[in-house]
């Protein structure tokens, strides 16, 4: 029967790894990407809450066309927070319900106050 082998001792048991610097941007493109998207769907909010709801509700819709747009055009590797399935699925989640919203903003009729 051989030993187990065990790994070396730390030589500098005191010693303490420096911790990593905290980064105040994304790692990746898909990262700035993701923040736009996130943007765009907050200015839409903000028109839906101030404003005219159904312009609101518009900019959402086409920030998630957008999303889908971008997740077709980035490598996985590079898409960050975009890429949550293969890219197929992806892209065709967010664009069928970016046209969903955009669809249903346009078709649900005014109603008396």
């Known amino acids: 029967m051989t030993a187990v082998e ?6 500098h048991p005191d010693e303490v790894a420096p911790e990593p610097e905290p980064r105040w941007r994304p790692s990746t493109i898909g990262g700035f990407c ?4 996130l943007a765009a769907t907050a200015v839409g909010l903000g028109i839906s ?3 005219d709801w159904r ?15 971008l997740r077709l055009v980035l490598p996985r590797r590079e898409a ?7 890219r197929a ?10 046209a969903l919203v955009i669809f ?3 078709s649900i009729p005014n109603q008396p106050f």
Do not use: I, T
């Open 6 to 11: 065990r790994p070396p001792a730390d030589p």
């Open 34 to 37: 993701y923040l736009l998207v």
């Open 49 to 51: 809450w101030w404003d």
């Open 55 to 69: 312009l609101g509700v518009k900019w959402v819709g086409g920030a998630l066309v957008l999303g889908a747009f």
């Open 80 to 86: 960050g927070m975009l890429a949550v399935r293969n």
């Open 89 to 98: 699925v992806d892209a065709l989640l967010l664009s069928g319900v970016g």
């Open 104 to 106: 249903l903003s346009e």
